[in-house]
T-cell receptor, first 114, second 112 residues
Framework: AQSVTQLGSHVSVSEGALVLLRCNYS??????LFWYVQYPNQGLQLLLK??????LVKGINGFEAEFKKSETSFHLTKPSAHMSDAAEYFC????????????FGTGTSLTVIP | NAGVTQTPKFQVLKTGQSMTLQCAQD?????MYWYRQDPGMGLRLIYY???????DKGEVPNGYNVSRLNKREFSLRLESAAPSQTSVYFC???????????FGQGTRLTVV
C-alpha cells in the first residue's frame, strides 16, 4: 500500500526566506508524485508533478521539487517566500501500476512572517 | 468552463438525517473521486469511480454510498448522518491514467 509522510504539520518562515516542505513516500516502485496547494476555504490546486524525465520539476508561483529515488523523497522548495504563499500544502502520489488512485499526505500549513 | 462543481457548498444536518452531495464535471474525465478532509488527517478517499458504471471503495467508505449517474456526475449519499461525518468533502476528477486530479471547491458538512 502507498503511504505519504509530510514532516512538519506547521512550518513558519520569514518573508524572503527559503521555503522547504518535506515529503517522503513508501513504495517499492516509485509512484508518480504531486504537490497541491490549498488556500483557505478553497479546493486543491496543482503546484507541480513528477511523472518521468527530469527529476527537478518546476511548478507555478516559483515552486520546484526534486524527486530523489534513493531517498524516496519529493521535497518542495521556493527560494524566497512571499506573503501570498501562506496556505496548506499537500503531497500526493499515484501508483504507476494503476494510475487512478491518489494518496495524500496529512498536509503542511505554511505561515509566512512579515 | 466550470471544471468540477459541487453542491451544496454548506450543509448542516441533524444526526440521522440523510442527504446527497452532488458533483458534476465538464472536463470529460473518466475517473471521479470523493474525499473527506479532516484536520491533521489530510484527504482520505471515500469512494472512486474509474469509469462510468463502476465504483470502488476507498479508505473510509463506511456510512457512505455513491452513484456514478453518467460520465459527468458522481454523487455521495449519507443515509443516516453521524457527528463523525462532520467534515469537508471534496469531489475530484482525473483524465487519463497518471494525470493529476482536479478538485471542486468542497462541501462543508456539519452534523449536529
Amino acid at each position: 500500500a502507498q503511504s505519504v509522510t509530510q514532516l512538519g504539520s506547521h512550518v513558519s518562515v520569514s518573508e524572503g526566506a527559503l521555503v522547504l516542505l518535506r515529503c517522503n513516500y513508501s513504495s517499492s516502485v516509485p509512484p508518480y508524485l504531486f504537490w497541491y496547494v490549498q488556500y483557505p476555504n478553497q479546493g486543491l490546486q496543482l503546484l507541480l508533478k513528477y511523472t518521468t524525465g527530469a527529476t527537478l520539476v518546476k511548478g507555478i508561483n516559483g515552486f520546484e521539487a526534486e524527486f530523489k529515488k534513493s531517498e524516496t523523497s519529493f521535497h518542495l522548495t521556493k527560494p524566497s517566500a512571499h506573503m501570498s504563499d501562506a496556505a496548506e500544502y499537500f503531497c500526493a502520489v499515484t501508483p504507476i501500476n494503476t494510475g487512478n488512485q491518489f494518496y495524500f499526505g496529512t498536509g503542511t500549513s505554511l505561515t509566512v512572517i512579515p | 468552463n466550470a471544471g468540477v462543481t459541487q453542491t451544496p457548498k454548506f450543509q448542516v444536518l441533524k444526526t440521522g438525517q440523510s442527504m446527497t452531495l452532488q458533483c458534476a464535471q465538464d472536463m470529460n474525465h473518466n475517473s471521479m473521486y470523493w474525499y473527506r478532509q479532516d484536520p491533521g488527517m489530510g484527504l482520505r478517499l471515500i469512494y472512486y469511480s474509474a469509469s462510468e458504471g463502476t465504483t470502488d471503495k476507498g479508505e473510509v467508505p463506511n456510512g457512505y454510498n455513491v452513484s456514478r449517474l453518467n460520465k459527468r456526475e458522481f454523487s455521495l449519499r449519507l443515509e443516516s448522518a453521524a457527528p463523525s461525518q462532520t467534515s469537508v468533502y471534496f469531489c475530484a476528477t482525473s483524465g487519463t491514467k497518471w494525470t493529476e486530479a482536479f478538485f471542486g471547491q468542497g462541501t462543508r458538512l456539519t452534523v449536529v
